[in-house]
């Protein structure tokens, strides 16, 4: 898959495991991997990256005496979300353009 639409779609699969539960890191990779190939390695960058631009915020929670950070989506979040679902409508189209079959003239 290309690079760019990878990264674009990771993003939002990121908000999307967040959006109606806050999460942390581990969790949104084991959350997210049966749909797109992820590590935590991967993930990390991906989480400040959608932090530094405030489409989710951190907090820490103690779990077994160590501190958990967990994410959570912010309305600039949701509203990416919201863009995804209009730009994949458009996708879809641009789909269905490429891969139309028999409906081109064969004769040259």
């Known amino acids: 898959m290309d690079i760019q639409l990878k990264r674009g779609l990771l993003d939002v699969c990121v908000l999307a495991a967040i959006k109606y539960e806050d999460s942390y890191g581990y969790k949104i990779v084991k959350d997210v991997k ?38 959570h989506i912010t309305p600039k979040g949701v509203d990416r979300l919201k863009e995804f679902e ?20 064969d004769k040259k």
Do not use: C
């Open 34 to 71: 049966p749909y797109i190939s992820i590590s935590e390695s991967t993930l990390y960058p991906i989480l400040r990256r959608l932090e530094s631009v405030e489409m989710l915020s951190e907090y820490s929670v103690e779990h077994n005496g160590r501190l958990r950070k967990y994410y």
């Open 86 to 105: 209009n730009e994949w409508n458009e996708m879809q189209a641009v789909y269905g353009f490429i891969t139309r079959e028999g409906t081109f003239d």
